[in-house]
Each structure stands twice: as structure tokens, then as C-alpha cells.
């Protein structure tokens, strides 16, 4: 049933179909580093669990991976809380793209899903753990830098400053859990390594790579690092599945099947379980706030490959 | 990776597993039909791609199939209006139990999805299409009957009666799709056929030999009948997975990993692409509205079986 | 501090500085009988409680009065019910123009007020009272000529039947409010009811003085008529204060500054307590639903008369 | 029609009467200061536009004022930037108890009023100015003593430094609003404004003193001092009445039919236009977060006196 005997021709074959969309979509302008990003750039990062990459366009590129960082820090959460986590964050799709506070009024403080900005505060409350932020930032880093198998992986101390100036709603959230006391770090610090993670850099080819484990039942097949069980892996895919693209997650899942988890720097993480890890990346962002030629790119890889789920 | 070998042991496995939970949760009450219902009961069925088909419990007493008929009658509108069915009703998640009548005003008589009631109104009315009420009726029971290849599938006249007098929810959520012009036919019309598709009466082994074909690509194995395409099939299944269980399609995803659709009858329908069709009853609700057994076996079948798609 | 003596100048003055506006706003057009009328229409009309009455323009063109009825049924609804009647309706201002059945949701199906759709539905149900819908209208009407005192009111049936084909979201209401089991009578008849008595036609001159009551403790200054009690009369003119103008009623107490009700006809009823009654007409709406122009006269006339409650 | 001339008789049975009620409803207890005032505490003050005053009971103990202080802050704000404020505030009711941060977010950071906590920030912010926050908290200070005629009015520190520490549903509110841009001064600054002005302590006596000018057109009448112009203390009188008691609003013009603001330190103030200010003051809070018997009280004040607006 599949054809990923050819998988770089399939990449090849996505990479060449999404020029002609090369520059659509909006990119992302509320900070000046990510503004200045030219629309035009598209990469795609396959990396199969058997152990082939497959890479074209600006695969090799760096950028702002943005919410793709709460897929991980998701993961570095449940290893320290385990299932307790879901008390705290649900594991929900939110329904409306902007309800990330009016649904938190309504429940009571809890966060409908770990994706979502609000849940994405709560699982870095529970990374930080009383810690100093510094301290947190750092174990972030490294675990992307392990499981991107590339120590060059780091934050972007120009993003994560210009968050910090103008991240007003993510304080506004922040303060809103305090409230509910579903955050028990000062404000502060929460957000420092929340706009830290967020800034992280990383191209496509390091973060498919990163994101593999999640793709092998939370085993790195290259090292056998056992990142996580093979339970959470299963739920964290599905967290991304229902949740992993705002207001557009059923969407994503229509057209793509597949788990995935978008950013706002127009890069998309998608799992294709016990298949492969694909990254892509094109600035240009649809009405939904995911990466317009982002989509389609995977989309037609998904039709290519047969890999989707469904 | 499966054991499908055993698929006769696991079925006995799941409904032994079971036996301590029966009884569990709140039998549906708005109609005297469902109230009566002993809750006791608990029926499994396994039909596979391959021509296996795997029984326990109370797997041929049939049911009230409820809001899984929405699944069916979307296969039927999605075959009669194509892709432009999505410009009347979303393929996104509600977000919210309660949200059916708030979001169809927030977005303009547009449903989120198709099995939401909202949804499956429009749904019914693409299939209604201007004919009597009772000509939709005979043509939605008659395709039931071709799926499960069993000509007893049948309305209960008494719970499509009961729903007439009592469906004032749903008369309330036709009028507003009206009022925004989304229902093309009159109101009672379409109420009438809604009601009693939601009234058929089936057991797990004809639920999940009806559908089959969504686990094979459209094609019903056993006959190769082309009830729908590849692609629909698979979208039917994203549907299913992001808004088939209310606003704990989330953790159904979570738990199960498999598309699925609930009634409040008490039934589940799962599909394992490319592997099976399960449909499970028991008529005791959780807090969602979903079968609280029926979700636990099929968490447990997915466990035994590794049929999550995740 | 009152300048009514020279009450008619006033009203004289208020007309001419109307006619630089007149054609402004939007004819409602949901029904045809609505859409076809001019939208230059003005008139006004001011019936004191110390016997005077002062018109200026159209003051005798009857127009459709709408849901000004619902201070009338909301009256007789009092009267038949008394206080209990607040168990089933509010009297806090809903918040939002399109909340109507958002609110009626999340409050289980108490309206917020009488003065939306939703609560007038409920307080037609009282008035019906287990009847037929036709004794029910005549007693509305009768009413109605008996404030007026002029027995020429009356329903206009080409606007009820317009209403009866097109009230869908009115339906959706009713059928919402049935769910939640605050109708006590056939949803058909209530909004057979409903659609009559906001179909009645009056005049200015004719409205003004059917309102007189509430201007003076719930007695009808011109013949002792003991309309309803004084505290109820109050009570209705503060519902009307700050639930009159859907999501304006703050502005217009905010630029008017007495308790008032509109209708989508372009009719307002305002209640100058202890003063007078007065009412405008100018079919053009703002944004808000309410007379545009019927909205400045009223401002420019509590102005000139200093009546404003505050 | 009135019966004023016994004023200090009416004040004395209101307050004879409110003897049987005291210590209902439950004190506000999120702030120690606030949560161990003797909930049995009753006071009440008039102060007549001809110059009487009338007090009871505990009208001389100084309490916290909170949010009584929007009405004074909000005085101050229309005399800095006059109409265009209500560019940056509305002045409809909010509808809901629970809505600040939902419309807030719906409405783009425009607050509803400017009497509710979004709304009061933003007034707040236009009080600010630019200045240091010990400035502008001064010059709320000096107005307070200003109005009140007596220079003991000050601001509880401790009450300060509580709303401080425990305030980050204000924070987040505040953030919310910066986000949309629609507060100009650094949000650190403007809540220790706003912290401040709630933390006023002040008694029934005082405070009746002090919103005398809204019962007087703008104007002191005992020291003809121009506080504000003759419409804006009438539309502050229209704001009170539509949105002075959160979402009870409705019920206190019903039951009251006075313009009033409500404090969670239990006192409210209410005007009854060209007659009088009152204060009242008792900790125990009904439901809606308004004082138990302080709405009891001048509910009756308003029956004995028939000052009722309407």
C-alpha cells in the first residue's frame, strides 16, 4: 500500500507542486524578527523511522518554531507529572479560535487542551517546577538539542525579547490562571520561559528529526533513548490530532489525517505513526493562523504516501 | 505489531472485562422507549476487512441507533451534494457541550460539523432534497439494510414518535437553521425524517457490518460495493475522530484512538482503517452522553488489539 | 425647571429639527408590508398626565408597533400572574444584541428580560393562558383600543401572516423555551399570539395615549381607569429603562434618560414619569434595530423638556 | 408628593427595620482587611440637595469603598478627555456576571462600562495620564476629601498591598487591555492606581457628602463648587442606573429605581436627582456581589421617601 520506497521523490515532487504558492498567506508581523521573514521560503524534512531523510527547498533553514515548541514541552510535562498533568490542562479541542480565554472564564481556570497558549502556560509551569527560569530554558534547549540530534539548536534571544515586550495577552492569560491558581510560579518567570521556548530555532530537518520518538511508540529509533511511554506517545498524537491547529484542527485532519502541530513562524510538525516525522515550513499563514502553504504541502504528501491515518 | 490471530479471544477478553462495569452510568431518560432499557446490557462486535466478524454479549439485540445514524446520512449526502455540502455545515470540533444553538448563532446557521444536530439537520435536509418525507425515510432504511446485508433493520415507530413529541430542542435548532436559510425544505419535513433515523433499530453486529466500508476505503469488502469513494471514507473517519463523541471526542481520541460516533442509545461505532468496523452497546451514559462501558471497551479492545491509529 | 407649559412649541421645535435626518437609518425589510413603507415618515406625539395633548407630523399614520407591544402583554401578564411571573422571565438587560438565545442557553430557559423576543414569548404564554389563540388577540386588542380610547386599533393581518411565514428564529425560540418546559401552551399558538399583537397598528397619538397609564402610578389619568398597581407601573418603566433598546437600552438612557420601548417598525414608546407619555415614529433603524430619527427626537425633546429621569 | 420633610424619622425606621436582617450574606473574603469586618455592621446616610443630612446606625464608620470609586474616577476621567472617552469605554450593561473578560474579548478591549473592572482601568488609565502612579493616586485622594468636605479621607494601605498581591484577575484584565492597545500607561502602573482608589476607607456620611454633585447637575450645592457639567453628572446618573450593580443592574432600578454603584466592601451609593446622595453601608454581599441589606435598605428608603425615578 505504500510507495515510501520513493520517498525523495515524493518530497521532491511536494517541494516542486507548492512553488507555484510560494508567498501566499500572511506572514506573522506582531514581532519585527518574524515580519521581516520573506514569504517565499518553503522546506519540507521527511525522516523515516527505518532510518532514511529525505529533504528539499530551505529543509536546512532555520526558524521561529514557535507553538511547535508545546508538542515537546508537553512531553518534558507528563515525564515529570505523569497522568496528574490532566488535571490541571484538558485534552479537548477548544472549538473557536478565539476562546482561549473565554473558555478558561468558563472552566474555571483549566485549559481545554496542552496546545492551546493557555495550556501551553500551564505545561511550562510544570517544566519550571519551582526552578530558576534560567534553569528551565537551559533543560528545554537541551532536550531539543537531544532529540534533534544537533547541539547548534538554541533560542533566539531577539524573538524571545520582542515576546517579552509585546506579549500582553499571554500575560493577560498568565494572570488569569494565577488567578485560578492553576499556576503555582510566579507570573514572571512562567512567561520568561514560556517566550523562550516559543523562540526556539530550529530548521526542518532538526525538528522532523526532533520529533521522531513520537512517530516510534516515544522511542528514538536512531539511539533507543526512551523519551517517553509508548502510552503518552500515543496521546500526545492524538492531543495533536484534535487539538494541534487551533480553530482549524478538523480541517487539518480532513485534509492531512495525520497528528500535527502548527506555529505561528509557519512551521508544521506532523507525525505519520510508525512511519516518519515530517517538518515543514512557508511563513505564509492562512485566515486559521497555520501555515497556508504549509497545508497544502503536507496534504500532498499525505495523498502521495498513503500515510494518513484514516 | 497486531494480534488480530486471537480476534475471537480478545472480544470474550473485552466483554468478561466488562461484566464489573454494567450497569455503570445513566440510561437515557427523555423517552420512554430508552428508559426501559435494561442497563445491564452489553453487546460487542468485531467485523473485520479480511471476513472475520467477532461476537459477545449481547451482540444481536438490537438497539436504538440514535446519532450514529449520522454517520450514514452523511455518507449518503456527501454522495448526492459532493464537496459542496462543506460550504452548509464545518468539519470542525464544537469545543463545547452545550454549544449546538450558541455557535450556530455566532457563526451564521453554519454547523460546525455534521454530528452535532445542528449539522445533521442540514445533513437530512440534503437527503430529504424535496421529496416526501416518507421517500427519505424508506431510502435511508433501505441503505442501512443493504450495509448491515440484513433486511430486518428497521425504524421503531414508537422512539421515532416519542422524538416528535418531545423534540423540542431539535425543532428549535431546525427553525434557526431556517431562519438563516440553511434547511431548504419545511421544517416538520425534515424533523420527520431526522426522527426516525435516529429511530432504527440495530445490533452490534449489524452496526458494524453497516460500516465496514469506512474501514476499506468505501468499497464494502464482502460484496465490493462502492458505497463512497477513498477520500470520502477517510474524511468521514477524520470527522469522526475530531466530533464523533459531543465534547469528549478529545478524550475519546485519547483513549481510544480510533474515529468513532456515539448515540445516546448507548451504541458506538469505531472504525479501525484498513482493519475493522466495532460497534459495542450498553445503554449507561457517562457525563458526555457517550456509553460509559461502551468507551471502556473499546479502550480496552484498542489496547489488546494495537488499533490505535496512533 | 419644566418648560411644559409651552408643550406644543416644544414638539413643534423637536419635528422641524427632525426634518434634516428624516430618510436616514435602515427600513426593516423582513417582511414586505415593513419594507414598502417611506422611510421619510415622522411623527410624534406627547399625551400628559394633566390632560394635554401635543402632535407634530405624521402623528395620526399608523404604523405596525411591534415589539412596543410587549409592554402591553407584559402588563396583562402582571396582572394575571403577578410577582411569580418573575420566576419565569428576568429584568436584567441581556448584553448583547444577538444573545437572545445564547443567554437562554446558559440560563436554562429563563429569558433575561421581557422585553427581548424570548421573554415576551414566555409572557404571551401567560397571557394566552390555556385559551384559544383568537380570544387570546381579541383580548390583546381589546386592550389595546380600551388605552388608546379609540376602538379603531387593531391587528393588521397581511403583517401577522408575514410574520407567521417568516418568524423561523422566533419559532427556534419558542421550541427552546418549550425544551426547557417555561411554555405552557402549543408552540403554534404562542406564536400565533405573538406575531398578532406585534402586528398591531396605532399612531403616535394613539400609542402615546394608550402609555399614558404608566406615566401616572398605573392609572389612567384622562378616566381612573385602574390600569395596574403603581408599584407595577414602576417596576415596568424601569424594565423598560434598562431592557427597552435590545444592546442600546445604556444609550439611550445614557441620551434620553427616560425609560422607553422600540419596535423594528420604527415606533418608540418613552414614559416620562409623573409627566407624560410620548411617542415617536420613523421607520429608518440604526445599527441597534432602534429609530434612528426616533431616537434623536427623544433626545432633543427631553432636552428641551428637561424630563430626563437622572 | 414627598414626604421629606421627616427625613431623619424615614432614615431612622430604615434603619430599625434593617435590625431583623443583619448579618445575612456573606462578606467578601479574598482580602484579609476585608474578610474580618463584623458582617452585623449597618449605616446609612442622606444628604439633601437643600442642605439636611440624616444619618443612622453606623454611618460614621469608615469602610473600603472599592469599586464606589469608578463613579468618582470616572467624574474625573470625562473632565480630562470629555466625550471621547466613551471611544475607549462603553456604557452599556455588561449582561452577565462572569462577562468581563468574554466581551472584553468579543468587543476588541472595549469595556462594556466603565463600571466594571475592565472598564474602571481603563478610566483609571486616562486619570494616570502619563504622571507617576503616586501622582494620580494623590489626586484621587485629594478629590475624595474634596467632595466629601473632609480632609480624614485616605487610602487603607494595607487593603492596597492586599489587592496588590491577590489582584491577578485585575492583571490579567489589565494586560487583556494593553494587548488591544487600549490602555497607554504601563499596566504595572495603572493597577497600582486602581488598587489604590478601591482601598479608599471612607464613611456613609462622607461618601453621601461626597456624590452629592451628581444629584445636583455637576454642582455642589453646598459649596457651589463645579464639579462636572450638567449632562455628564446626568449621563453618570444613566450609567449608574443601567450598570452600577454588576449583573444585578436590572434588579436594583426595579426594586430601587435609583442610580447607584455597589462596593464588595458592602456600601453603596445611589442619587436621587435634584433631591439627594445616600449612602449605606453593611459587609454581608447577596449573590450577585451587591450588599445583602444595603440594596434592603434603600429599597425601602426609596418606598418610604417615593423617590423611586420611576
Not at 88 to 107: A, D, T, W
Not at 279 to 285: I, K, M, N, R
Amino acid at each position: 500500500m505504500e510507495r515510501t520506497e520513493n520517498l525523495a521523490d515524493i518530497v521532491a515532487v511536494v517541494c516542486r507542486d507548492m512553488q507555484a504558492h510560494l508567498g501566499l498567506g500572511r506572514v506573522a508581523d506582531y514581532i519585527p524578527a518574524l515580519a521581516r521573514v520573506d514569504p517565499r521560503h518553503f522546506g519540507i524534512a521527511v525522516v523515516t523511522c527505518d532510518g532514511r531523510t529525505a529533504c528539499a527547498g530551505d529543509a536546512d533553514v532555520p526558524f521561529s518554531i514557535q507553538s511547535i515548541s508545546k508538542v515537546f514541552t508537553l512531553t518534558l510535562a507528563l515525564d515529570r507529572l505523569g497522568a496528574p498533568l490532566w488535571n490541571r490542562v484538558g485534552h479537548e479541542p477548544s472549538g473557536s479560535s478565539f476562546n482561549s480565554i473565554v473558555q478558561l472564564e468558563r472552566e474555571k481556570g483549566i485549559p481545554r487542551n496542552p496546545l492551546i497558549n493557555a495550556g501551553a502556560l500551564v505545561v511550562t509551569d510544570v517544566v519550571l517546577a519551582g526552578r530558576d527560569p534560567a534553569a528551565a530554558i537551559a533543560e528545554i534547549a537541551a532536550f531539543m538539542q537531544a532529540r534533534a540530534d544537533d547541539p547548534a539548536v538554541s533560542v533566539d534571544p531577539e524573538v524571545a525579547g520582542s515576546e517579552e515586550q509585546t506579549g500582553f495577552r499571554n500575560a493577560s492569560l498568565a494572570n488569569f490562571l494565577r488567578a485560578f491558581e492553576n499556576l503555582q510560579n510566579p507570573v514572571t518567570d512562567v512567561l520568561e520561559v514560556y517566550f523562550n521556548q516559543c523562540a526556539l530555532r530550529m530548521s526542518c530537518r532538526q525538528l522532523a528529526r526532533a520529533g521522531l520518538f513520537l512517530a516510534h511508540g516515544g522511542i528514538d529509533p536512531r539511539n533507543d533513548a526512551k523519551v517517553t511511554t509508548p502510552v503518552r506517545a500515543r496521546r500526545i498524537n492524538a492531543v495533536m490530532m484534535t487539538c494541534g491547529h487551533y480553530d482549524a484542527s478538523g480541517d487539518f485532519a480532513f485534509r492531512v489525517g495525520l497528528p500535527g502541530k502548527s506555529g505561528v513562524g509557519g512551521g508544521i510538525l506532523a507525525i505519520a505513526p510508525h512511519r516518519a516525522a515530517i517538518a515543514v515550513w512557508s511563513p505564509g499563514l492562512n485566515a486559521s493562523g497555520n501555515s497556508l502553504v504549509g497545508v497544502l504541502a503536507l496534504e500532498r504528501l499525505a495523498a502521495l504516501t498513503r500515510w494518513s491515518v484514516f
